[in-house]
T-cell receptor
């Protein structure tokens, strides 16, 4: 069993739809990160959370420490949001990664 | 302020050769992390370094792999006697003092290693 589980694995949405990607983890963490990996392979950090909620533009990330669950929301999705979204948790000095959610937004 | 710089972007080696991957963190960043992404797999943590210190190398294979982050110069991930299974994308990330508990990480573009 992976320390970090993401769902769904694949997601296709129409432009403008509200999107939710979920992440559950089984270890005690000091921080949770959401990453975006573009088709070219580059990785961008979106958020680092240890509690509550953060918002950046059309992206919102929430975390529930008691339930060991985080969600990444994208409002008014756009084709340029198409990418793989990866949840990563830090425990001690290590990071554990989910396998990613592949999002395709269709115009 | 340049981002995290990794070079080379692509590296081709024959079995048995050595591979050296370099990572220059963002200016002012003292924490460096190396990750490996095997084909069709997710990212895996390899090693966490601060200047002149290896903090956690529990994700590194026990043999052939080593990493350093000297006082001056880039962090180096070194793979000796490469095998085909080492073919992967290797990503470096850096964060400011305080590390990735307090700060987001900034990723380099990665080095894609191909072993023939």
């Amino acid at each position: 069993k992976n320390e970090v589980e993401q769902s769904p694995q694949n997601l296709t949405a129409q432009e403008g739809e509200f999107i939710t990607i979920n992440c559950s983890y089984s270890v005690g963490i000091s921080a949770l990160h959401w990453l975006q990996q573009h088709p070219g392979g580059g990785i961008v950090s979106l958020f680092m959370l240890s509690s509550g909620k953060k918002k950046h533009g059309r992206l919102i990330a929430t975390i529930n420490i008691q339930e060991k669950h985080s969600s990444l929301h994208i409002t008014a999705s756009h084709p340029r949001d198409s990418a793989v979204y990866i949840c990563a948790v830090r425990t001690g000095n290590q990071f554990y990664f989910g396998t990613g959610t592949s999002l395709t937004v269709i115009p | 302020n340049a981002g995290v710089m990794q070079n080379p972007r692509h590296l081709v080696r024959r079995r048995g050769q050595e591979a050296r991957l370099r990572c220059s963190p963002m200016k002012g960043h003292s924490h460096v992390y190396w990750y490996r992404q095997l084909p069709e797999e997710g990212l895996k943590f390899m090693v966490y370094l601060q200047k002149e210190n290896i903090i956690d190398e529990s994700g590194m294979p026990k043999e052939r792999f080593s990493a350093e982050f000297p006082k001056e110069g880039p962090s180096i991930l070194r793979i000796q006697q490469v095998v085909r299974g080492d073919s992967a994308a290797y990503f470096c990330a850096s964060s400011p003092p305080g590390g990735a508990t307090k700060n987001i990480q900034y990723f380099g573009a990665g080095t894609r290693l191909s072993v023939l």
